[in-house]
Structures are given as C-alpha cells and as structure tokens.
C-alpha cells in the first residue's frame, strides 16, 4: 500500500512541453483543474500528497514520475533522456531527503526515465527507449542488486515509455497494449488486453485496492471492473496533449 504520492503543480510553460501526440497545446487552467481533481483522487485513497510548486524553466517537470524511482529500501534519482527534462531532478532529490537516507543517482552517460521503470514485486521490468539506455540500465541494475532487487530490460520499438503501453495492477494481473500484447515476456501474467481503440488507456495506476484509469475509455473501464477492482475515472486530456498520463504525474511510495 501507498502512504505517501509527490507531485509538482504544472506551470505556465507547459504548453510547450514535448509532445508527439498532435492533440494542440493543452489548455492551462484546465490542466491545472485536471491536476486538483488528480490530487484530491489520491487524497481520497489515504495517501499524503506532497505538492511541489511549479517549474517554469521546465514545461514537462509536472511529470514528475521520470525523476525517480522509489522503494521500501532506496530512492534513485534518474537521469532523464530528454535533454529539455535534465535539471528536472535537483528539486525532486531535495524533496525526497525528508522521506529517504539511502538515495543513489544515474549518471551519464547513463539516461533512464521512471516511466520506462514498471516494478513487479521485488523485479523491475525496464524499457530501453530513446530516453533510458544501456548504460542507464546497467546502472539503474546494479543499484538494485545492491538493494536485493533485481531487473531486466524490454526494448520499445514505438511507445514513448514503457508504462506507455503496460500498467500492473498487483495480484499477477496486467494491462497490456500495442506492442506488448503478444510479448513473450508478459505471457505470464492474467493479461487484460487493451483494445486498439483506447490505447492511451493502457497508462493506469493501481493505488491502495483501487484502480485509477483515464476518462474516456469505457472498454478499458469495463475489463478493469470486471477483473474485481474499484475503477475510479479521472480527467487527465490535457496532460494527454503532452503525452502524459496517470503514472506520469505522480511518484508514489
Ligand atoms: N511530455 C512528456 C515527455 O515527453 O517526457
């Protein structure tokens, strides 16, 4: 269970946060309605929401989730891939010293992103993509060996991360989408496939016994809720202009 989400405000400057999705610039005060309406959501499952205050110099640092990856044992500060995002981390490493000691960093060469880090139990599956390589992974890697975890890699041929396209829900069940669906590697699990309809749907998150997925996938909502979970719908379209979603804008631990 959760005690504890960061999340940072989005600032004015958002609108010219990186995107491939042509969906236009996302609408500001909608996006910042969209981010009350995300943090009450987790308030709601008994979490302690720390909000950090917006970034200007960054229009993608709301997406706090690729700065770091948090455990019971460690935080590790990553290096993130895009050159606009580096720098993003400095805040978040300060935020995190009232909650960890243990605190390790990737360094570069080495470029990893939390949103290609998807955490299976005590494993963690890591997408290498054109923001988190070899050298991040090997790193990223060694540091949880350290900590008793241990990982593996899944290399991305089109998704932007790997929680892009796959979100674990706990008790073996996963969301799979796209290029994952008839990945060996996620054979395993109680796959729930997403329908190409609905593919951004795939970026949900598990939180304390309930699922949050976006608004707008009915599909999505309905394999969720039949699979047992609380499924709670929340507005995240405009963080979906920026290719953001559910996972994106929040570290949990
Ligand atoms: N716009 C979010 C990202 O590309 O990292």
New binding site residues.
Partial sequence: MFKHVIVRRPGRSLIE????ANLGKPDYNRALQQHDGYIDTLKNRGVKVKILEAEEQF??AV?VE?TAVLTERCAIITN?G?LS?QGEEITIKEALKEFYTNMETITAPGTL?G?DVMRVGDHFYVGLSD?TNEDGFRQFAGILNKYRYTASTVKLEKF??LKTGLAYLENNNLLVAGEFVEHEEFKKFKRIIIDETEGYAANCIWVNDAVLVPMGYPKTRAAISKAGYNVIEVDVSE?RK???GLS?LSLRF
């Fill in positions: 946060g990186i995107t491939s229009p993608d997406f690729d993130p895009a995002r992103e949103g923001r932007l991360h963080f920026l290719d953001g994106c």
